[in-house]
């Protein structure tokens, strides 16, 4: 009988390593290596407080001419984030998410806003009031 669940458990444990997982299928590329070669560039800075644990956080936001990487390369605007079609707006937005911070002085935690990326995102408009991203 343990000669048995030995066995089980061997076939059990190679079917389960031969598995792939999640973090297999999909590519990883590090941010240096994408930085400002999507529709919706980044730049990055760092918030740096003494006062603060952690004293450094990486802020990545979005670029301020959206289209400037495009209009470099000479991609057609309609083919980049900022623009309209057919009763869409697609322009870049900051994603955001927060982060627990602790200010030593104070001796007290608090959640921070911190910006972590941009991406391009779709808002269906519905009137001619509105008007397309510049």
């Not at 990326?117 to 510049?134: H, I």
């Amino acid at each position: 009988m343990a000669k048995e669940m030995w066995i089980v458990f061997v076939i059990v444990f190679v079917s389960a390593t031969a598995m792939p997982t999640r973090d297999e299928e999909r590519p990883r590329l590090d941010v240096n290596d994408v930085l400002n070669r999507t529709v919706c560039p980044i730049t990055i800075r760092i918030d740096e407080d003494e006062d603060r644990v952690p004293r450094r956080i990486k802020v990545m936001e979005c670029a301020e001419n959206s289209n400037q990487w495009c209009a470099q390369r000479n991609v057609p605007p309609n083919e980049c984030c900022q623009h309209r079609h057919d009763g869409v707006i697609m322009k870049c937005v900051e994603i955001q998410d927060l982060v627990q911070v602790f200010y030593k002085t104070r001796k007290e935690s608090q959640s921070m806003r911190v910006s972590v990326g941009c991406m391009c995102m779709m808002q269906e408009v519905d009137g001619v009031g509105d008007s397309a991203p510049s």
